[in-house]
């Protein structure tokens, strides 16, 4: 614990940055309190996922800051293809060691692909949130709301800020 705290003040003190090591592959991140990683250009719900709009689909998952909070990913329970997800409602579970979590759809739309590899592999969502461990896609209904997401720095702050206050 210690050295987390020594390196998390280090590395807050140093406004320590990063890049992917797959840089072609993925947007800068930055470097939280809790060395989550916050991907640039991505959309995020104050729920803890995030969102990545590209042409008429948008990408969902939870956030490496999530998922560290959750700790190791058991299960993972998402909605069928060509079901409809509204925001702020629930469409599924992710359950860990530590509890069973709702996940909450940042937009409203039509799902269009389900992550099938979470079915065997949950722990993708651990290793891997923004890459391999991706819940659905979705085809917006409103891309408006995605304008009343965070982008990658207030939910870098909205993080710092949940973190301390606990």
């Given at each position: 614990?210690?050295?987390?705290?020594?390196a998390?003040?280090?590395a807050?003190?140093?406004?320590?940055?990063?890049?992917?090591?797959?840089?072609?592959?993925?947007?800068?991140?930055?470097?939280?309190?809790?060395?989550?990683?916050?991907?640039?250009?991505?959309?995020?719900?104050?729920?803890?996922?995030?969102?990545?709009?590209?042409?008429?689909?948008?990408?969902?998952?939870i956030?490496d800051?999530?998922?560290?909070?959750?700790?190791?990913v058991?299960?993972?329970?998402?909605?069928?293809?060509?079901?409809?997800?509204?925001?702020?409602?629930?469409?599924?579970?992710?359950e860990?060691?530590?509890?069973?979590?709702?996940?909450?759809?940042?937009?409203s739309?039509?799902?269009?692909?389900?992550?099938?590899?979470?079915?065997?592999?949950?722990?993708?969502?651990?290793s891997?949130?923004?890459?391999?461990?991706?819940?659905?896609?979705?085809?917006?209904?409103?891309?408006?709301?995605?304008?009343?997401l965070?982008?990658?720095?207030?939910?870098?702050?909205?993080?710092?800020?949940?973190?301390?206050?606990?």
């Amino acid at each position: 614990m210690a050295l987390r705290m020594w390196a998390s003040s280090t590395a807050n003190a140093l406004k320590l940055s990063s890049s992917a090591s797959k840089s072609h592959l993925l947007p800068a991140f930055s470097v939280s309190r809790c060395f989550s990683s916050v991907l640039e250009g991505l959309k995020y719900a104050n729920s803890h996922e995030w969102v990545k709009h590209e042409g008429s689909v948008a990408t969902i998952g939870i956030s490496d800051h999530a998922q560290d909070h959750l700790g190791e990913v058991v299960f993972v329970e998402l909605p069928e293809e060509k079901s409809a997800v509204t925001k702020e409602k629930n469409f599924g579970a992710v359950e860990s060691v530590k509890a069973t979590s709702e996940i909450i759809s940042p937009i409203s739309g039509e799902v269009i692909e389900v992550n099938t590899k979470l079915a065997d592999s949950p722990g993708l969502i651990n290793s891997s949130p923004y890459e391999d461990g991706w819940m659905i896609k979705v085809k917006p209904s409103n891309p408006a709301e995605l304008e009343s997401l965070m982008g990658s720095k207030e939910y870098t702050k909205f993080c710092e800020e949940e973190d301390a206050a606990h």
